[in-house]
């Protein structure tokens, strides 16, 4: 239940990091109060996971989820560029997840 924990910490932790684009500067009301509240639930979230995962490993998971989400969405929503160099690194990222989910025995 702690890795379903963590994906879905990792998934909020997207929604907060896109969700600034949109607070423009946190200068937007209804943009800036959802990307608090992903923020406190990311983070809730990752606390709750933590108290039986490695500290490492999870921090480390829940930071690869959220770049990884991000790169993507900021490719599909904001038409950031795509590039070989780009989908290698985010290719890594996922290959170091998954490592580290296989190397963890929680």
């Known amino acids: 239940m702690?890795?379903?924990?963590?994906?879905?910490?990792?998934?909020f932790e997207v929604a907060w990091a896109i969700g600034l684009k949109y607070t423009e500067g946190f200068s937007r009301l209804w943009p800036t109060v959802?990307?608090?509240l992903a923020m406190a639930v990311s983070l809730w979230l990752?606390?709750?996971a933590m108290k039986s995962l490695p500290v490492g490993t999870a921090y480390a998971i829940w930071v690869g989820v959220?770049?990884?989400g991000t790169v993507i969405l900021g490719?599909?929503?904001?038409?950031?560029?795509?590039n070989?160099?780009?989908?290698?690194s985010v290719a890594l990222i996922i290959a170091g997840i998954i490592?580290?989910?296989l190397a963890t025995t929680a």
């Open 46 to 48: 990752l606390g709750v």
């Open 2 to 11: 702690a890795w379903i924990i963590l994906a879905i910490a990792g998934l």
């Open 34 to 36: 959802g990307t608090v």
């Open 84 to 88: 070989v160099a780009r989908l290698i």
């Open 75 to 82: 490719i599909v929503l904001f038409g950031e560029p795509v």
């Open 66 to 68: 959220g770049a990884v």
């Open 99 to 101: 490592g580290l989910k």
